[in-house]
Structures are given as structure tokens and as C-alpha cells.
């Protein structure tokens, strides 16, 4: 069975820091492309960074340099390191694993979230 879990947020002051980590287990990260989303209270959720299956890394203008992701294959995880968090950036955040063969999507799972807080 196919399970995402993500772990690290919680509750940190406007400037500070946390790194997010999102375990995969039933499939092999090396064949997905790798994200994590965000979904703030009221709002749609959005893409925040994602990392290809060659390594190539994107990311959405509101992290501003702000956040890095990385993945180790062997282990099966993917991080989201987040620096100088603004209030704004107060969601729960999710991992995705997407698979695509040309116009098909052959597989897209999602991880439960974990909650970010950012709050003086």
C-alpha cells in the first residue's frame, strides 16, 4: 500500500526556521516527480516546490528564496527546508508523488499534511 508522510511542522516565531520531511513507502521516489503543496485556512492550495526525477528543482515565486527542497532517494524522502517563515507562510503542507507517461497521469498520491504555524 502506497503512504506519504509528512512530519516537522509546528508552531515558530516570524524569521525562524523548519524543515519538513515527507517519507514514502510502496513506491520508489526515483521514478515520481516530487512536490509539496501548501493550503492555507480559506484558500485553494497551491504548489510550492517540486523536484524532478533527473533533479531538477522549481519553485513558486512567493517562497522568494526562501525554501529549498531536496530528496534522498535511497531513503525515500523528500524535504522542504523553510527559512525566515512570515506569517503568511502559516498552512498545512502536503507532499505529492506524481507519475506521467506522455498526456497520462498513471499515478498521484497524497500524503495526510502537516501543520505550519507561524505566529509572534
Known amino acids: 500500500q502506497v503512504q506519504l508522510v509528512e512530519s516537522g511542522g509546528g508552531l515558530v516565531q516570524p524569521g525562524g526556521s523548519l524543515r519538513l520531511s515527507c517519507v514514502a513507502s510502496g513506491i520508489d521516489i526515483s521514478g515520481y516527480v516530487m512536490y509539496w503543496y501548501r493550503q492555507a485556512p480559506g484558500k485553494q492550495r497551491e504548489q510550492a516546490a517540486r523536484v524532478t526525477r533527473s533533479g531538477i528543482l522549481t519553485y513558486e515565486d512567493f517562497v522568494q528564496g526562501r525554501f529549498a527542497i531536496s530528496s534522498d532517494n535511497a531513503k525515500n524522502v523528500i524535504f522542504l527546508q523553510m527559512n525566515r517563515l512570515k506569517p503568511e507562510d502559516t498552512a498545512v503542507y502536503y507532499c505529492?508523488?506524481?507519475?506521467?507517461?506522455?498526456?497520462?497521469?498513471?499515478?498521484?498520491?497524497w500524503g495526510r499534511g502537516t501543520q505550519v504555524t507561524v505566529s509572534s
Open positions: 505529492n508523488a506524481t507519475h506521467i507517461t506522455g498526456l497520462s497521469v498513471e499515478s498521484d498520491y
